[in-house]
């Protein structure tokens, strides 16, 4: 299965100015079970940035799993305003 969704996200940031993105947004299960959740966000000054989650569960025990995780983010531009 695989779900696309669309949206807004706005930080809240103490003593700046607060930044809004749109937001589209991949989620499902990968070949051999892996989870991905993959998201990319433009700012309205134009900064493009990516967030990307995969997991994958090991049955341990009947009630046991072990839930490895991977993530990591990436932008295309610096942002030093909110360095």
Do not use: C, H
Not at 51 to 79: D, G, H, K, N, W
Request: net charge negative; charged share 30%; proline share 2%.
């Amino acid at each position: 299965f695989w779900d696309i969704q669309a949206g807004y996200r706005r930080d809240f940031i103490s003593k700046k100015d607060d930044r809004e993105f749109g937001v589209l947004s991949l989620q499902g299960m990968a070949p051999f079970l892996f989870e991905v959740d993959a998201a990319s966000y433009v700012s309205f000054e134009g900064d493009v940035s990516a967030l990307v989650e995969v997991e994958y569960s090991f049955l341990l025990t009947q009630r046991t799993q072990l839930i490895p995780r991977f993530e990591t983010e990436a932008s295309l531009q610096e942002v030093k305003k909110y360095n």
